[in-house]
Nanobody
Framework: QVQLVESGGGLVQAGASLRLSCSAS????????MDWFRQAPGKEREFVAA????????SLADSVKGRFTISRDNAKNTMYLQMNSLKPEDTAVYYC???????????????WGKGTLVTVSS
């Protein structure tokens, strides 16, 4: 079992930056690839970013490329999502997830956090 807790969400203006954190406890954090997903009001949850166990491989959704960066610190059991140049359309609940192997598919995630709300005002 892995327990995941997101933090760092909040209300910001368009153009601002936020850094989300996902803290893990339980089984070895470095044994899992990690992902960020988000769900906007009235929409399906969607993939945002993924990072491999070592952090050497990452993927970003086209909608956030050039603005968001995913990273992890295995010594701190924490994953991050640095979000720059935020837009109103980035407003969503952001979830972190852990998976046994590197992938971008929601259905293949093994563990989920409860999410943190990001609201971007125009």
């Amino acid at each position: 079992q892995v327990q995941l807790v997101e933090s760092g969400g909040g209300l910001v203006q368009a153009g601002a930056s936020l850094r989300l954190s996902c803290s893990a406890s339980g089984r070895t954090f470095s044994g899992y690839a990690m992902d960020w997903f988000r769900q906007a009001p009235g929409k399906e949850r969607e993939f945002v970013a993924a990072i491999s166990r070592s952090g050497g491989l990452t993927s970003l959704a086209d909608s956030v490329k050039g603005r968001f960066t995913i990273s992890r610190d295995n010594a701190k059991n924490t994953m991050y999502l640095q979000m720059n140049s935020l837009k109103p359309e980035d407003t969503a609940v952001y979830y972190c997830a852990a998976t046994d192997y590197y992938n971008l598919v929601e259905a293949r995630m093994n563990y989920w956090g409860k999410g943190t709300l990001v609201t971007v005002s125009s």
